[in-house]
């Protein structure tokens, strides 16, 4: 029902350097199957002559060859044969530690309500809800009429990921009407969807199918039609098309397409569902057409021309476009226009240095701004007769995490909104907008026993070396005992996402060891704004790491933690950030996790080959036409600047079939550290053989990797039974 958001397009094909393509694999093997094997030894990787140059700069690449040269199929079997050898001394170095792995593990299962359910929303003539069952590793989805009548069951994951390794559920769609379910699933991890369609009043499944889809399901011309993009063989959805119901694929019409290769393309419907919105864009600009949803194959309007460096999304309401927009503060206004003049903007509210504008939505009576203020989540409740009047939902904890949640009719007189902090579980609500009031509808429940009392947390500020003051968002159990501890730190810091002061159940197993756990809100996201967010980009990137490196030294300074009893982790990007801080700052660490690092960022960055490539470079810059952006990146890409020096114990993760950062980038970083350390500490590699970006897809069985990683850590830093 909302704007759609370029961000998210920019989003969605990124998380990491974003290498494309969906992985075909031979010989697929279970990790499992090895652990009889035992070996000895860690293996060694091979080295094989490989260098490239540019701007006169030769670089070495002796693993160059663990890229399979016929991806996206990874057949290669001396590829093949390593990956497996990691995998092998990953497990034999694990088994004396299953005992507590399988202890977390089962506190990780306690925590979690087996039998739980979301809650319900009213859409139309339906409410919609989904259910686990217990033992169940996926959702049910059902709906029952709000006239009366039996719950009925829509939609079953379970039964659509019998008999896969991986499954994840994509898209999920029903029409206006009520009548048709469109969704979308992904069996490999390769997150190239297949898109199908229910019939919900006869309970068949229609012979469409449609491949390679990346995007929503937006369903227009009265319920006749489906509205989506399709991944090119690049991976790259640089399309819009429309498919009739119960027609073949091959007869789809593209609506759009983009040339411009390091652009996306994503589509939504406005607030009153009466025109599609077709936004397409990169990490810093965008450009957005419109078209009625009667007729999406009718002529397009084009809002504004595409301008470097100028982002912006809207929606639409009684004939006025309201556009979010950077165009004059770097923190976006919110503007409107008339839709016989889309590109003519006039200012509603103002951008400002204090409140960082993040997001909009349109209602019939009134509509929200979210954002933040000084790093905490706002939502606001706004008047279209008084811009002035602004209502913001008042909330009781000094550091949180809340946001709209699902709101998917125009005419509303409440909210749903999500709630939560580091200490107060997530939470539901619906807040009254006429007498302003919060009604908790539910808060995740703790089978096995959760008291908030014990636990404290704080928000701190850090001085990093440039003078900023990083803030750190920091839980802990009240009786941890006095004097610097063992603490965990985490941060992500790309893409200008924002890691929020959230909950975590499963970070309980950590707390209640005695340790300490911190988000550092680094540049590089947008916790502060969105300046903050180009502070850790391009030319600045390094502020990411050296944020991330002072608010660990800082805490040891305050007396939280100590060198050595700090462990730290970040995945994808932030898996990047790991490989930083173990090169410049090892002795620092005493554990470190990295998972499905980005760690061969020169390599990636110059690879042409891999089409997402140019929708990277707005972010870490272009090294094929800048020797300064060559220069730069290659003095901290992870691998290349990995030297003969002591690291900390490490556990590096991968996943054969991700799109998102290749297999590669880890196991050819964790070669290169076999091959020249000079430690004796542990260094582990697990490659998923049959997952994805997200390591395995069923919540038991991403349970049990996270207890696998909890493990480690506690091993490392002597917090395991045996070392008391």
Do not use: C
């Not at 031979?26 to 490239?52: F, G, I, M, N």
């Not at 997200?694 to 038991?700: A, L, V």
């Amino acid at each position: 029902m909302t704007q759609i958001s370029l961000t998210a397009i920019a989003l969605a094909t990124s998380i990491a350097a974003i290498p494309a393509g969906s992985v075909t694999v031979a010989a697929q093997e279970d990790t499992a199957s090895l652990s009889e094997q035992q070996p000895s030894a860690p293996p060694v990787a091979e080295k094989r002559d490989h260098s490239y140059s540019y701007h006169g700069i030769t670089i070495e690449d002796p693993y160059f060859w663990l890229k399979d040269q016929s991806y996206p199929t990874v057949d290669d079997e001396d590829v093949l044969d390593y990956v497996k050898a990691e995998n092998a001394w990953f497990e034999a170095r694990m088994a004396p530690r299953k005992q507590l792995v399988e202890t977390i593990f089962e506190e990780l299962k306690g925590r979690i309500k087996e039998d739980d359910s979301t809650v319900p929303q009213k859409d139309g003539d339906w409410v919609y809800w989904s259910e686990f069952e217990e033992g169940k590793e996926y959702r049910k989805h059902y709906r029952r009429p709000v006239a009366g009548g039996d719950p009925v069951l829509i939609l079953d994951e379970n039964e659509l990921a019998e008999g896969q390794e991986y499954f994840r559920l994509g898209a999920f769609s029903v029409s206006k009407n009520g009548r048709y379910l469109a969704y979308s699933t992904d069996t490999s991890g390769a997150e190239r969807y297949i898109a199908r369609i229910k019939d919900l009043q006869t309970g068949e499944l229609l012979d469409d199918a449609i491949p390679d889809t990346r995007t929503g399901l937006v369903w227009a011309a009265g319920d006749s039609v489906i509205v989506y993009g399709k991944a090119n063989a690049n991976w790259r959805v640089d399309n819009v098309r429309v498919h009739s119901v119960g027609t073949d694929a091959d007869e789809d019409v593209e609506i759009y397409h983009e040339e411009d290769a390091g652009f996306s393309v994503g589509t939504g419907l406005s607030a009153q569902e009466d025109w599609l919105i077709i936004g397409a864009g990169d990490n810093e600009t965008s450009e957005v057409r419109l078209v009625r949803a009667d007729d999406p194959l009718g002529e397009q309007i084009l809002v504004r021309p595409r301008k470097k460096g100028v982002e912006y999304s809207l929606d639409i309401r009684d004939g006025t476009v309201f556009v979010h927009t950077n165009d004059e503060h770097v923190n976006f206004r919110l503007a409107t226009a008339p839709l016989e003049t889309p590109g003519e903007w006039s200012t509603l509210i103002a951008g400002s240095d204090e409140f960082y504008l993040t997001d909009f939505e349109l209602f019939k009576d009134f509509y929200v701004t979210e954002g933040r203020l000084a790093g905490l989540d706002q939502v606001q409740i706004r008047s279209y007769d008084d811009a002035s009047k602004v209502t913001p939902i008042a909330f009781p904890e000094a550091s949180y995490s809340t946001g709209l949640s699902n709101n998917p009719e125009y005419d509303v007189g409440k909210l749903r909104l999500t709630y939560e902090s580091m200490v107060t579980p997530d939470s539901v609500y619906d807040y009254h907008v006429a007498d302003a009031r919060l009604e908790l509808l539910k808060q995740q429940e703790i089978p096995s026993g959760y008291d908030p009392s014990l636990y404290a947390t704080e928000r701190l500020t850090i001085e990093a070396r440039d003078g900023t003051m990083v803030p750190v968002s920091v839980v802990y159990r009240k009786d941890r005992p006095d004097g610097p501890g063992p603490l965990h730190l985490y941060a992500y810091g790309a893409y200008g996402y924002a890691v929020p002061p959230g909950f975590s159940s499963s970070r309980l197993s950590l707390l209640d060891r005695g340790m300490a756990y911190g988000i550092a809100h680094i540049r590089g996201g947008d916790d502060l704004g969105r300046r903050w967010y180009l502070q850790g980009k391009l030319n600045e990137r390094t502020n990411t790491f050296n944020d991330f490196v002072d608010v660990a030294k800082g805490l040891v300074d305050k007396g939280y933690t100590e060198k050595g009893k700090l462990s730290a982790s970040g995945g994808s990007a932030g898996g990047e950030l790991m490989g930083v801080i173990v090169n410049t700052d090892p002795d620092l660490w005493g554990a470190v996790v990295a998972d499905v690092p980005f760690v061969d960022v020169l390599n990636t960055m110059l690879d042409t080959t891999l089409p997402l490539t140019p929708g990277e470079w707005p972010e870490w810059g272009n090294p094929i036409e800048s020797k300064q952006a060559f220069a730069y990146i290659l003095s901290y890409s992870p691998y290349d600047q990995t030297v003969a020096q002591d690291y900390p114990p490490m556990l590096v993760t991968a996943g054969l079939n991700d799109p998102r950062v290749t297999y590669w980038e880890p196991a050819k970083w964790v070669a290169k550290l076999r091959d020249v350390k000079t430690d004796d500490n542990e260094l582990l590699l697990k490659t998923n053989m049959g997952a994805g970006h997200g390591g395995k897809s069923g919540r038991y069985s991403s349970l049990y990797e996270t207890a696998e990683e909890y493990a480690f850590i506690l091993w490392q830093l002597g917090l395991t039974e045996e070392d008391n």
